[in-house]
């Protein structure tokens, strides 16, 4: 059962401005790359639903995430059906992503009050979603549907809507106040966030910097705004 109310995920997002996203088929490795952004002052955590078993690997990370990161937001993402949208909500997930507007998910979750994030890439689609209850909609692929652009020309007739991109989405601060200047909610961040060193290991400690430096520079575009 989720800890936090869809309102809540809402605030938190905004608050922290950064959600980071991945998979791994080890718990151990994402427990520790978990770790690595919550140190780094990430408050919401989207664990993508990509491998086989991915389940059993978030079934493991949440109740740790409850004994050790108790105010960590995890939830879910790549959901495409309402089925595996039950499932999650069965384990504890705080709020499911999807890459579509899958109108199914959103009955389930809006029935359990659950925050749903669903994937968009026009305005007729995001108004929909809005229709269908999510607080937030994410557009996706990001870069690819117009980038900050397509965020200000949304954000024009529709000043109400709150959008998260994902994908495009860098630590480097002009490319965070291209997005927040074009007035996101907050933003999804995966491989450019979770880097790994020269070995091929993930970087925890670079990890944590780049989690931190990203927040603190979207604190910084919103004072000057």
Same mark, same amino acid.
């Given at each position: 059962?989720?800890?936090?109310?869809?309102?809540?995920?809402?605030? $938190?997002?905004?608050?922290?401005?950064?959600?980071?996203?991945?998979?791994?088929?080890?718990?151990?490795? /994402?427990?520790?790359?978990?770790?690595?952004?919550?140190?780094?002052?990430?408050?919401?955590?989207?664990?993508?639903?990509?491998?086989?078993?991915?389940?059993? +690997?978030?079934?493991?990370?949440?109740?740790?995430?409850?004994?050790?990161?108790?105010?960590?937001?995890?939830? $879910?993402?790549?959901? +495409?059906?309402?089925?595996?949208?039950?499932?999650?909500?069965? #384990?504890? /997930?705080?709020?499911?992503?999807? !890459?579509?507007?899958?109108?199914?998910?959103?009955?389930?979750?809006?029935?359990? #009050?659950?925050?749903?994030?669903?994937?968009?890439?026009? +305005?007729?689609?995001?108004?929909?979603?809005?229709?269908?209850?999510?607080?937030?909609?994410?557009?996706?692929?990001?870069?690819?549907?117009?980038? !900050?652009?397509?965020?200000?020309?949304? #954000?024009?007739?529709? !000043?109400?809507?709150?959008?998260?991109?994902?994908?495009?989405?860098?630590?480097?601060?002009?490319?965070?106040?291209?997005?927040?200047?074009?007035?996101?909610?907050?933003?999804?961040?995966?491989?450019?966030?979770?880097?790994?060193?020269?070995?091929?290991?993930?970087?925890?400690?670079?990890?944590?910097?780049?989690?931190?430096?990203?927040?603190?520079?979207?604190?910084?575009?919103?004072?000057?705004?």
């Amino acid at each position: 059962m989720a800890k936090y109310t869809r309102i809540e995920v809402a605030q $938190i997002m905004n608050q922290t401005g950064v959600v980071p996203l991945f998979y791994h088929h080890d718990h151990e490795i /994402a427990k520790k790359v978990i770790k690595a952004c919550y140190n780094g002052g990430a408050r919401v955590f989207e664990f993508t639903n990509r491998g086989d078993h991915a389940q059993d +690997v978030f079934s493991e990370i949440i109740k740790w995430c409850a004994q050790n990161l108790p105010d960590m937001i995890l939830g $879910i993402g790549s959901v +495409v059906d309402s089925g595996t949208a039950s499932l999650y909500i069965q #384990k504890g /997930a705080n709020f499911i992503v999807s !890459p579509i507007l899958n109108p199914d998910i959103a009955k389930v979750c809006n029935r359990r #009050k659950i925050a749903w994030l669903p994937g968009c890439a026009t +305005v007729s689609e995001i108004n929909y979603a809005e229709e269908l209850g999510a607080e937030i909609v994410k557009i996706f692929p990001a870069a690819q549907i117009g980038g !900050p652009d397509f965020v200000r020309s949304v #954000k024009a007739p529709c !000043p109400w809507s709150s959008i998260m991109p994902s994908g495009g989405v860098t630590p480097e601060e002009e490319n965070l106040k291209s997005w927040f200047y074009s007035g996101v909610h907050c933003v999804g961040m995966g491989s450019k966030l979770i880097v790994k060193d020269k070995n091929g290991d993930f970087d925890y400690e670079m990890i944590e910097k780049l989690t931190h430096t990203s927040i603190q520079i979207v604190h910084k575009i919103r004072k000057e705004r």
